[in-house]
Nanobody, 115 residues
């Protein structure tokens, strides 16, 4: 079973940037989809961005033009580069992956955007 571990969260001022990393215990090459979700206090978990093995990428409208997602298959790592951060981006960010055997989630990393 694949385990996912996020890192890179923290406190950042509005307009700042953070890069989240998601390291997998196994190969991500076989993952059909890898992505990032987030959950703010009192809200449901929502999709932020995901990337398919064939190269397609989708973003939530709220982060288009500000966030990018990338995969490094050699390092078994997925990244979420977040620029121009806003207070409403504050949430716990979760890495996810889907392969032929099931879906996987990381434990989450907190991102707080505040002055």
């Amino acid at each position: 079973q694949v385990q996912l571990v996020e890192s890179g969260g923290g406190l950042v001022q509005p307009g700042g940037s953070l890069r989240l990393s998601c390291s997998a215990s196994g190969s991500i090459f076989s993952m059909n989809v890898m992505g990032w979700h987030r959950q703010a206090p009192g809200k449901e978990r929502e999709l932020v961005a995901h990337s398919g093995r064939g190269g397609w990428i989708n973003f939530a409208d709220s982060v288009k033009g500000r966030f990018t997602i990338s995969r490094d298959n050699a390092k078994n790592t997925v990244y979420l580069q977040m620029n121009s951060l806003k207070p409403e981006d504050t949430a716990v960010y979760y890495c996810s992956g889907v392969d032929s055997k099931g879906s996987y989630w990381g434990q989450g990393t907190q991102v707080t955007v505040s002055s």
